[in-house]
């Protein structure tokens, strides 16, 4: 369902969301085992959207994490509420676009590189972007140019900053990290590939994009940061590609990443995924390992799922994961049955 106003005959505002409930059971590495029922998902979206004339549109897309009574309390000592909890702010963004392309400036989620092509098509999974097994999600801000797609081909190039104190809000005047990007869709083939290259403002934890600016921060904790840069605790350059193929009968995907830190140390990850509808249900799997230099080993891990959809909005789920990191004797597995319903 969608909610819909015109304070204009060419402007639209539309809302749409999601809630996800599951009951499950996990087990740490440490062999530390839970067992019950939980909201795993709920947002708000509202995306609004105006014709300029002239071939031109704007709009502005703002998300609401709202996932009802998540903590055991809604108040803390002194009726603070939680930051981790209750309503919270997701993603946020404007753009323009045209035949020129599309401007587009936000504060968002960056999500995992290399899984959207590798899952797309399948069925929902818990997910295997932990920073471990593959690079994790992190807030950042952005001002992207994306140009129009030609014969399928696409490309993008944007600026990328930490939240709220990016390089180019510091007294260096200088982005975090720059990328450039190629997509290419069409027919069953769907490409792409990026190149991120980071600057000394950049700090990243477990190679991720996990960044802020040391400008501005105490004497102790910039040379903390400076003692992480140079032992390579910040990325240095990043490269990303995926595909995905639909052969008719099922959809495989592969990704690849390799980030180079600032000691030249190389973190190289893999995605490989199968997924194929049978009816009402959509069934897939995937697989991740990731290798870091000098560390004997690979963190490897799986997604299995099997979901059947009631509707177009509602789906249950059979979810399965499992992982194993190195350095760490035992495997890490949650099972769970997920219901889910978007609007």
């Known amino acids: ?85 209750g309503a919270r702010p997701r993603d946020s963004s404007m753009y323009v676009t045209g035949d020129f392309g599309t401007v587009t400036i936000g504060a968002i989620e960056a999500g995992n590189g290399i899984l959207g092509l590798v899952t797309a098509g399948g069925p929902t999974y818990i997910g295997l972007d932990n920073g471990a097994q593959l690079a994790a999600a992190s807030n950042v801000d952005l001002l992207s140019y994306r140009t129009p797609t030609m014969s399928g081909f696409s490309a993008v190039a944007m600026m990328i900053d930490a939240v709220g104190g990016g390089g180019a809000e510091a007294a260096s005047k200088q982005a975090n990290a720059t990328l450039v990007g190629f997509n290419y869709a069409n027919g069953p083939l769907s490409l792409a590939l990026d190149l991120t290259n ?9 190679n991720g ?90 963190n490897t891990g799986y997604d299995l799922s099997a979901q059947y959809n009631l509707s177009k909005r509602t789906y249950v789920a059979l979810q399965t994961q499992s992982t194993k990191t190195v350095g760490v004797a035992g495997t890490a597995t949650n099972t769970r049955v997920q219901l889910a319903h978007s609007f």
């Open 198 to 206: 980071y600057s000394a403002n950049a700090y990243s934890v477990a």
């Open 1 to 85: 369902m969608a909610a819909s106003g015109a304070a204009f005959a060419q402007s639209s505002v539309s809302l749409t969301g999601k809630l996800r409930f599951a009951y499950g059971t996990a087990k740490t590495d440490a062999g530390v085992k839970t067992t019950g029922v939980g909201v795993t998902d709920g947002d708000w979206n509202i995306a609004a959207v105006e014709d300029l004339g002239g071939g031109l549109k704007a709009g502005a897309n703002m998300a609401l994490r709202l996932r009802g009574r998540d903590a055991a309390n809604d108040t803390l000592a002194g009726g603070a509420l939680t930051d981790g909890n």
């Open 209 to 298: 994009i996990a960044m802020y600016a040391p400008t501005g921060t105490s004497a102790a904790a910039t040379a903390a940061v400076q003692a992480a840069i140079t032992a390579g605790g910040v990325p240095d350059s990043r490269t990303r590609m995926s595909a995905n193929y639909n052969l008719g009968v099922a959809i495989v995907g592969a990704g690849y990443q390799t980030a180079k830190n600032a000691a030249g140390i190389k973190k190289n990850e893999t995605a490989v995924s199968v997924s194929a509808p049978f009816g009402a249900f959509n069934v897939g799997a995937v697989y991740a390992t990731s290798k870091t230099d000098g560390v004997d080993g690979n």
